[in-house]
């Protein structure tokens, strides 16, 4: 008796495209299949039933199958003794696809190595700049293919060093390819979260090379964003520079990727930031 993938319930038959591979010892396979004994060529003709049972053993990884995976943060704490408990948030996911069923590697430069690049020189930018008045932490969020895991995670019990608690989050993916003037941002003034965050950015935009930010409302609910929206209920807004041929396929790989677009809209990123330094938050 062989159980299908997702077992039929009563008499009804597996659909036609629930293709069942089963892989065997040839002892094992011999039990079901006499005849593959005397010649291993001879296999059983398509329909054919075969008797017999299986016990099934699976290898759990990690504990009890779960596989923990973390969020990393860079926390630099603001030079305003009141301030600096206000925390913005700049956000990219750093996982990917992994590696396909036949070997091929995901690199997943664009989506979303664009946006970690940009986090990264987000950082040295900060660390070259010295401390602004309000604190900025760093998130490189990890599950978001899956489901925006840890974005949800932390949003739903978040923790700050002190008094610090969250004001806003920028979250960057996918900012390296397509037309090196062509940025999207989300939410625009069609959607009633249009905040501050946005028009800063509409602001600073054409001082790095993107004449007018189109909109990607429709991934509104796509990246990490939608978490801090929903669950903590500040500010966000999303950048993005759409997505391309080689979204989501092996083809995904730096030699495609526009390192000076990245640079401009990590200067546009940083610019924001210092946007928000005012003694009232304009968001």
């Known amino acids: 008796h062989v159980e299908w993938p997702k077992a039929p ?10 293709t069942l591979f089963l892989y065997l010892p040839h002892d ?13 060529d001879q296999l059983p003709a398509l329909g054919t039933e075969l008797d017999g049972s299986f016990a099934h053993t699976r290898k759990l990884v990690g ?3 779960t596989v923990m995976v ?29 590696v396909k069923s036949d070997g091929q590697v995901m690199n997943g430069a664009d ?10 020189a987000l950082a040295e930018a900060l660390v070259t700049n010295g401390a602004m008045r309000r604190s900025v932490m760093l998130m490189w969020v ?18 700050l060093p002190g008094d610090c608690r969250p004001v806003c989050d920028i979250n960057i993916d996918m900012v390296g390819r397509n037309a090196s003037d062509y940025l999207l941002i989300t939410p ?16 600073y935009a054409p001082l790095e090379g993107f004449p007018k930010l189109g909109s990607c409302d429709s991934y509104w609910n796509r990246s990490d964003h939608a978490n801090f929206a929903a669950n903590l209920k500040i500010p966000v807004t999303f950048i993005f520079s759409d997505v391309h041929a080689d979204y989501h ?28 330094q005012d003694d009232k938050l304009a968001l």
């Open 63 to 65: 504990d009890k199958g």
């Open 9 to 18: 319930k009563g008499d009804a038959k597996p659909k036609s495209n629930d």
């Open 111 to 120: 989506d979303n190595g664009s946006g970690t690049s940009t986090l990264l």
């Open 249 to 276: 396929k092996p083809g995904d790989d730096p030699e495609k990727i526009d390192f000076d677009k990245i640079r401009r809209v990590t200067r546009l990123v940083l610019r924001m930031i210092a946007g928000l």
């Open 28 to 40: 094992t396979a011999t039990k079901l299949w006499p005849a593959l004994t005397a010649n291993e």
């Open 142 to 159: 990890s599950g978001e293919e899956k489901g925006l895991w840890g974005s949800q995670a932390w949003t739903e019990h978040p923790w």
């Open 188 to 203: 625009t003034a069609a959607r009633p979260e249009y905040n501050g965050l946005v028009k800063l950015a509409e602001e």
């Open 70 to 98: 973390e969020n990393v943060c860079g926390f630099w704490q603001g030079s305003d003794p009141v301030l600096r408990n206000e925390v913005i948030i700049v956000s990219a996911h750093y996982d990917h696809e992994g």
